[in-house]
């Protein structure tokens, strides 16, 4: 398992810049990939984006595709998400997720953070 706490949710208007931050830590893993789903209200949670352990392998949903980057910090336990005209339809609570491989990590992840809420405003 591994442990996520999610950092930077918040308000913005369309067209503005969020950057999420994930921390994660682990006792049973050394290295795993990352990412982020969202579940806007009354829709399923879905898949954003995915970076692997090295940071050299990234995934993006069509969606984000172009205006949304992932990456990971030095020390690897971190995971940003930086987001970049945001749209209205982006609004939806962002959840960091981890699991041994990208691949995992795009079909549903076995660890989640709690978290944040992202809304952007028309």
């Known amino acids: 398992q591994v442990q996520l706490v999610e950092f930077g949710g918040g308000l913005v208007q369309a067209g503005g810049s969020l950057r999420l931050s994930c921390a994660a830590s682990?006792?049973?893993?050394?290295?795993?990939?990352m990412g982020w789903f969202r579940q806007a209200p009354g829709k399923e949670r879905e898949f954003v984006a995915a970076i692997s352990w090295s940071g050299g392998n990234t995934i993006y949903a069509d969606s984000v595709k172009g205006r949304f980057t992932i990456s990971r910090g030095n020390a690897k336990n971190t995971v940003y998400l930086q987001m970049d005209s945001l749209k209205p339809e982006d609004t939806a609570v962002y959840y960091c997720a981890a699991d041994l491989t990208i691949e995992t990590v795009v079909a549903g992840a076995r660890s989640w953070g709690q978290g944040t809420q992202v809304t952007v405003s028309s």
């Open positions: 682990s006792r049973t893993y050394s290295n795993y990939a």
